[in-house]
T-cell receptor, first 115, second 112 residues
Framework: AQSVTQLGSHVSVSEGALVLLRCNYSSSVPPYLFWYVQYPNQGLQLLLKYTTGATLVKGINGFEAEFKKSETSFHLTKPSAHMSDAAEYFC?????????????FGPGTSLSVIP | GAVVSQHPSWVICKSGTSVKIECRSLDFQATTMFWYRQFPKQSLMLMATSNEGSKATYEQGVEKDKFLINHASLTLSTLTVTSAHPEDSSFYICSGEDNEQFFGPGTRLTVL
C-alpha cells in the first residue's frame, strides 16, 4: 500500500528565507509524486509533479522539488519565501500501475511566513 | 488547466435530511471522478472513485449506502449524503481526471 509522510505539521519561515517542506513516500512501484497547495476554504492547486525523466521538477510560484529514489523523498523547496506562500501544502503519491490515478495524500504541512 | 466546479459551495442542513453535491468538469470529459472529505486541519481522505456508467468504488470504512455516488455523464458526478448527521459535517472535494487530477473548489457541509 502507498503512503505519504510529511515531517512537520507546521513550518514557520521569515519572509525571504528558504522554504523546505519534507515529504517521504512508500510505494511498491515507481510512483507519480505531487505537491498541492490549499488556501483557506479553497480546493487544491497543483504546484508540481514528478512522473518520469528529470528528477528535479520545477513548478509554479518558484517552487521546485527533487525526487530521490534512494531516500524515497520528494522535498519541496523555494529559495525565498513570500507572504503569499502562507498556506497548507500536501504531498501526494499515486500508483502509476493502476488504470486511473488514485491519489493518496500526506497529512499536510501548514506554512507560515513571518514578515 | 482543466476546470472542475462544485455546487453548492456551502450548505447547512438539519440532521436527518439528505444533501446532494454536484461535481462538474467544465471543459473536459472525466471518465473517472474522485470524492474526498477533509476534516478541519486534516488531510484529504479518498472516499470513493466514480466511473461514468458504473458503480462507484468505495474506500474501506466508507458507507456506500450513506454516501451515494452517481456518475451519470462524462461531465457530472453527484454525491448524496443521506440522513445526514453532525458528524458528517466536513469539507467535500471532488476531482476529475484528464491525464492528471483537477480538483473542484470544495463544498462545506454543516449538519445541525
Amino acid at each position: 500500500a502507498q503512503s505519504v509522510t510529511q515531517l512537520g505539521s507546521h513550518v514557520s519561515v521569515s519572509e525571504g528565507a528558504l522554504v523546505l517542506l519534507r515529504c517521504n513516500y512508500s510505494s511498491s512501484v515507481p510512483p507519480y509524486l505531487f505537491w498541492y497547495v490549499q488556501y483557506p476554504n479553497q480546493g487544491l492547486q497543483l504546484l508540481l509533479k514528478y512522473t518520469t525523466g528529470a528528477t528535479l521538477v520545477k513548478g509554479i510560484n518558484g517552487f521546485e522539488a527533487e525526487f530521490k529514489k534512494s531516500e524515497t523523498s520528494f522535498h519541496l523547496t523555494k529559495p525565498s519565501a513570500h507572504m503569499s506562500d502562507a498556506a497548507e501544502y500536501f504531498c501526494a503519491v499515486s500508483d502509476r500501475g493502476t488504470s486511473y490515478d488514485k491519489v493518496i495524500f500526506g497529512p499536510g504541512t501548514s506554512l507560515s511566513v513571518i514578515p | 488547466g482543466a476546470v472542475v466546479s462544485q455546487h453548492p459551495s456551502w450548505v447547512i442542513c438539519k440532521s436527518g435530511t439528505s444533501v446532494k453535491i454536484e461535481c462538474r468538469s467544465l471543459d473536459f470529459q472525466a471518465t473517472t471522478m474522485f470524492w474526498y472529505r477533509q476534516f478541519p486541519k486534516q488531510s484529504l481522505m479518498l472516499m470513493a472513485t466514480s466511473n461514468e456508467g458504473s458503480k462507484a468504488t468505495y474506500e474501506q470504512g466508507v458507507e456506500k449506502d450513506k454516501f451515494l455516488i452517481n456518475h451519470a455523464s462524462l461531465t457530472l458526478s453527484t454525491l448524496t449524503v443521506t440522513s445526514a448527521h453532525p458528524e458528517d459535517s466536513s469539507f467535500y472535494i471532488c476531482s476529475g481526471e484528464d491525464n492528471e487530477q483537477f480538483f473542484g473548489p470544495g463544498t462545506r457541509l454543516t449538519v445541525l
